[in-house]
């Protein structure tokens, strides 16, 4: 994927429907980006939350055309998204099995795709979107993923999903595009310092304990908060969670050594317990140990030194090992040609 092209079926990520008269308003109800920014063709990533402020999940919002919307997610939604149209006249289905979906990941994805025969595709931007003929149907492309890399998204009916996989691998054949699974995926996702459901937080309404979720501003996505656009769910809590200050905040570990760190303790330096690790693994592209850790407040600013405390094994004799770890700002991964548009034809 870092190389090449890693090539990944995403099919079974949950997509959700959302169309007009109110599809727009009802989305701004419900995110806390201001989704009337979005305009058909483009792309966005945002968090939705519970009148507590606190993240029931996060995903990508794809403007497909003037009032019509699809979320993609990881949880099933379909339940909080009905729960809030009372009052709005809009319709909204979970069009999962309806589309299929097939992530171009890595530095050859634009070239293959343009072997492909996508004529144009160089020139999509970053989060934007467009469509293509495809042997007699629609392909819907989308320069975004999970990777942190150049990459694009494929969507088409799910009768078309072999066509296009097959033409997919005879044009990258010589550009080395290989087909992986979620375990590459997590890896990359990683490197790009992206959270997961399930791992960096707890989704809000499956969490039996509440103080275990988290809001936006101790995931680091206070940047997706627009207090300025009107009432949407949450937005009072999270008026106050600003006035007051986070419980929590997430930050970029780069650790001493190479063993991974998951499901680490972290310490400061006077061996103070300071948080935990919740995704973490030894990066080939960064030749680090790296991880994402839930620090309590006020430990986490970028810079600050710490100690993570490793576990492993090696023939069958368990280690201990306090590792040296600071705080850093930016992704472990983040490379010129993701931003890059036209990209270099590698």
Not at 52 to 79: N, P
Not at 311 to 317: A, C, D, I, S, V
């Amino acid at each position: 994927g870092r190389n090449a092209c890693g090539f990944l079926d995403i099919t079974p990520m949950i997509k959700h429907l959302v169309t007009v008269p109110d599809a727009m308003p009802l989305l701004n109800r419900l995110m806390t980006r201001d989704v009337s920014k979005i305009n058909p063709g483009r792309v966005g990533y945002s968090v939705w939350c519970n009148e507590a402020g606190r993240v029931i999940d996060d995903g990508t919002i794809f403007h497909l055309k003037e009032g019509v919307y699809r979320i993609c997610s990881q949880e099933h939604q379909i339940d909080w998204f009905m729960t809030n149209t009372l009052g709005f006249d809009v319709e909204i289905t979970e069009d999962t099995h309806d589309v299929a979906g097939l992530a171009v990941q890595g530095p050859t994805s634009c070239a293959i795709l343009k072997d492909m025969g996508l004529e144009g595709i160089e020139n999509l931007t970053p989060f934007g979107l467009t469509y293509f003929e495809f042997e007699g149907t629609e392909l819907m492309v989308s320069r975004t993923g999970f990777t942190g890399d150049l990459g694009y998204e494929l969507f088409i009916h799910p009768d078309y999903a072999e066509a296009l996989w097959d033409r997919l691998f005879a044009a990258g054949e010589l550009r080395g595009i290989r087909a992986m699974g979620s375990d590459a995926l997590e890896l990359l996702r990683i490197e790009a310092g992206f959270i997961l459901a399930g791992a960096d937080f707890l989704p809000a309404m499956e969490a039996v304990r509440p103080t275990h979720t988290r809001s936006p501003f101790e995931l680091g996505l206070g940047w997706l908060v627009s207090f300025d656009k009107g009432v949407f769910n949450g937005r009072a809590a999270l008026l106050e969670e600003k006035a007051r200050g986070s419980r929590y905040r997430l930050v970029k570990l780069d650790i001493d050594g190479n063993k991974p760190a998951r499901d680490s303790f972290v310490f400061t330096t006077k061996n103070k317990y300071a948080g935990t690790v919740t995704s973490a693994m030894w990066s080939p592209s960064a030749k680090a140990s790296i991880a994402l850790a839930s620090l309590e407040m006020p430990h986490g600013a970028p810079g600050e030194e710490l100690l993570v405390e490793i576990y492993y094994q090696r023939e069958l004799k368990w280690n201990r090992v306090m590792a040296p770890a600071r705080v850093v700002k930016d992704a472990f991964w983040d490379p010129p040609r993701r931003h890059q548009t036209p990209p270099a034809d590698f």
